[in-house]
């Protein structure tokens, strides 16, 4: 009964390869994010979809290509890794238009890329 | 979204209330104060949110100064299991981003 689900969990790869992550939410929210964290643990935004359609689109080099299929999934996809993009990786979701939205997030994905 | 200050480091005796302060004196009057907290190794996990009553909930209380350029979130009864970062957060409304700064690293201890 998992809320905000990501799959891997963990994710090793070399520099150069194509790499995707996915995010499932079985909450019925209608906005899902992804969240990058580096190795100083600082939170970013990288994305945000509503309703499947592109709201946030932070300065993320488009290597990263989110794709959302439908309102209950939204996936990472990451060509030509680099060092850089060792990271883990949250997907979030909240349910908008009732006031201010509470976000959940998933367990984390971490990316080491060598 | 408006910046907000935390102190770096807290320490807390277990059983004992918490009490986290942040300011936030740019806030803006459509602005909301949220506050996250971030165990070890897991995803950010909401605590509450508010704008300006004071709110309660099962996890913590959220107390806002009558001017809003401060809060304090408490947990009443702290536990081994409270060791976390904790981030407070103002955003407006719905749909929007989490900006997340350096937040408050609270360690409980026996």
């Known amino acids: 009964d998992t809320a905000v689900s990501q799959t891997p969990k963990y994710l090793v790869t070399q520099m150069g390869n194509d790499k995707s992550i996915k995010c499932e939410q079985n909450?019925?929210?209608?906005?899902m994010y992804w969240y990058k964290q580096d190795s100083k643990k600082f939170l970013k935004i990288m994305f945000s979809?509503?309703?499947?359609?592109?709201?946030i689109n932070e300065t993320v080099p488009n290597r990263f290509s989110p794709k959302s299929p439908d309102k209950a999934h939204l996936n990472l996809h990451i060509n030509s890794l680099e060092l850089g993009d060792s990271a883990v990786y949250f997907c979030?979701?909240?349910?908008?238009?009732?006031?201010?939205?509470?976000?959940?997030f998933g367990p984390g994905t971490r990316l080491t890329v060598l | 979204d408006a910046k907000t200050t935390q102190p770096t480091s807290m320490d807390c005796a277990e059983g004992r209330a918490a009490n986290l302060p942040c300011n936030h004196s740019?806030?803006?009057?459509?602005?909301?104060v949220y506050w996250y907290r971030q165990i070890h190794s897991q995803g950010p996990q909401y605590i509450i949110h508010?704008?300006?009553n004071n709110e309660t909930n099962e996890m913590a209380s959220l107390i806002i100064t009558e001017d809003r350029k401060s809060s304090t979130l408490i947990l009443p009864h702290a536990t081994l299991r409270d060791t976390a970062v904790y981030y407070c957060?103002?955003?407006?409304?719905?749909?929007?981003?989490?900006?997340f700064g350096t937040g408050t690293r609270l360690q409980v201890t026996l």
């Open positions: 508010g704008l300006k």
């Open positions: 979030a979701s909240s349910k908008t238009g009732e006031g201010p939205d509470t976000q959940y």
């Open positions: 979809y509503n309703n499947k359609e592109l709201i």
């Open positions: 740019t806030i803006s009057g459509n602005e909301y």
């Open positions: 957060i103002v955003k407006t409304g719905t749909a929007s981003k989490l900006t």
């Open positions: 909450l019925g929210h209608d906005t």
